[in-house]
Structures are given as C-alpha cells and as structure tokens.
C-alpha cells in the first residue's frame, strides 16, 4: 500500500492560480499510474487528470487548457498546476496511485471564490 500526502490547496480567487503536490512513500514510483479526482460537496468523485508511468496524460473536458499534471520520478511526487481557476473547481482534490489497485491521500480542499 503506497502512503500518499497532498499539499498545495487554499483560498484562490477566480482566475488565479494553484499547484497541488502529492508526494508518494514507495520506491517504484514509476511503476504507478498517479492522477487526481476532486469531489464538491453533494456531488460524487469525478476524475480530473491521470498521468501514466510512461508519461502520457488525461483530462477530463471540464479542466483541459488549464490544469497540467505532471510527475517528477526522483522526487516521488506528482503535481497538478491549475490555472484559470473558476468557481466550479472548488473541490476537495484527491491524489491516487494506481498499480494493481488504488491507493488514495486523505485529501486537500481548493476554494475558488472573490
């Protein structure tokens, strides 16, 4: 089971800018798919970005132009940079990791609001 610790939210307003951190306590870090989810209050988990072990990335339609994730091996870590950030993305957002089943951090919460 893979230990994860997100970092990174807060209180943005609209149109401004995060990264979320979500470092990993395994030393095969590159053999997992790692990604995000965030879940609104009353709404159900929905998947935001995957990164593969080979790099290749998803988005789902609602963040693509302004969220990247991206990985970094050495570190064992995984970030999400979002931009243009809306009232709508606010979310508890979740990192997971994905070997042959999914490990999840307990969760930071991002607040887009004026």
């Known amino acids: 089971q893979v230990q994860l610790m997100e970092s990174g939210g807060g209180l943005v307003q609209p149109g401004g800018s995060l990264r979320l951190s979500c470092a990993a306590s395994t030393t095969i870090f590159s053999l997992y798919t790692m990604g995000w989810y965030r879940q609104a209050p009353g709404n159900q988990r929905d998947l935001v970005a995957t990164?593969?072990?080979?790099?290749?990335?998803i988005y789902a339609d609602s963040v693509k132009g302004r969220f990247t994730i991206s990985r970094d091996n050495a570190k064992n870590t995984v970030y999400l940079q979002m931009t243009s950030l809306k009232p709508e993305d606010t979310a508890v957002y979740y990192c997971?990791?994905?070997?042959?089943?999914?490990?999840w951090g307990q969760g930071t919460q991002v607040t887009v609001s004026s």
């Open positions: 997971y990791a994905k070997r042959t089943a999914f490990d």
């Open positions: 990164i593969t072990t080979t790099g290749s990335t």
